[in-house]
């Protein structure tokens, strides 16, 4: 996420403060229950993966087109129910401040207490090599700075920026599960505002019916950011010198995936409460179009479809050390 700032120098003028960015959730798994500590800690886990969106938190990251990613995670057994890991995962982006990517950086410890799994640690989110944009008063059109006489473009802060996270499931049986999380930030995006993401999930794995190898399972989540407002860095708006109240939203998905050895396709319907106003002053998306989605946070007027409802269709692979002999 990245967020822009510019000062039209004729008028009195207000320009959108832009986040261009939403960084993605670890999916992180529970150690693997043995029956005894291993000979040796060392274990690892690769994985790779193509999906026809990038959605991270409900809201596109690749202009809501393909994106490719994959991640590395070294992982130390401590004992059969502690699991220690650390782990990089690289996501392909179409942002505004077209960074060469999404690189999130993460690490934590994994505990599995009979049915009840937790994990807990931090990630930090990179995105190298950010352009600079700016904006075109009054329709918010992302320009060249020499295109726009009078405009001063000011320093953006790096935005890169981290969370810890907590999360829990609860493995009914073999065929039910569920669990939450929660995220926490103290600056998303350096921007000053804190957020916090909560979450809850459920997996219900369905009946063995398809030919053999091949299992199937649903899925459904839903959460909520709740997020706070920037420092006065960013307070260009009237009425909000003291910094840009960031709208807090709800996201959810439901979706089917079918499952062969480390393979998945993951089929998935996700959708958001956030307007296509408020979702053009959060992401700065490069696909606005002026369609009369003014709110007190984007004057503009200008709206975008990343943050509403889509479907998307992922392959992915998944290996462990086991995997990999």
């Not at 960084?23 to 150690?31: G, L, Y």
Request: with cysteine.
């Amino acid at each position: 996420m990245k967020i822009t700032k510019t000062i039209a120098t004729s008028i009195a003028a207000v320009t959108l403060l832009a986040t261009s960015a939403l960084a993605a959730d670890i999916v992180t798994k529970a150690p693997k229950k043995v029956e005894a500590a291993p000979a040796s800690c060392f274990d690892l886990a690769v994985g790779a993966g193509l999906q026809s969106d990038y959605n991270f938190r409900g809201i596109s990251q690749s202009d809501r087109g393909p994106s490719v990613y994959g991640y590395v995670e070294p992982r130390c057994n401590l004992t059969k129910d502690i699991q220690a890991y650390v782990g990089l995962w690289g996501w392909s982006t179409k942002l505004p401040t077209q960074p060469t990517g999404e690189f999130d950086v993460y690490g934590g410890i994994r505990i599995t207490i009979d049915k009840f799994a937790f994990d807990f640690g931090g990630i930090y989110y990179w995105y190298p090599r950010e352009i600079q944009q700016f904006t075109n008063f009054p329709l918010g059109n992302v320009v060249t700075p020499a295109a726009v006489p009078g405009f001063v473009p000011l320093t953006v802060r790096d935005t890169d920026f981290w969370e810890v996270y907590g999360k829990a499931t609860y493995t009914l049986n073999d065929q039910f599960s569920f669990g939450g999380s929660v995220f926490y930030s103290p600056s998303v995006l350096n921007s000053g505002a804190d957020g916090t993401y909560v979450a809850g999930t459920a997996k219900y794995v369905l009946p063995t019916v398809l030919p053999a190898g091949i299992g199937w399972f649903l899925s459904a989540d839903v959460g909520h950011w709740f997020l706070g407002t920037t420092d006065s860095f960013y307070g260009v708006l009237p009425g909000f010198a003291g910094g840009i109240p960031f709208k807090s939203y709800t996201n959810w998905d439901v979706g089917l995936a079918f499952t062969w050895k480390q393979f998945t396709l993951d089929l998935r319907y996700f959708d958001t409460d956030l307007n296509k106003g408020d979702c053009n002053a959060f992401t700065s998306a490069q696909n606005a179009r002026f369609d009369g989605s003014f709110t007190s946070i984007n004057p503009s007027g200008m709206g975008t479809n990343w943050c509403g409802a889509t479907f998307i269709a992922k392959l992915s692979v998944d290996l462990t050390k086991d995997n990999l002999k």
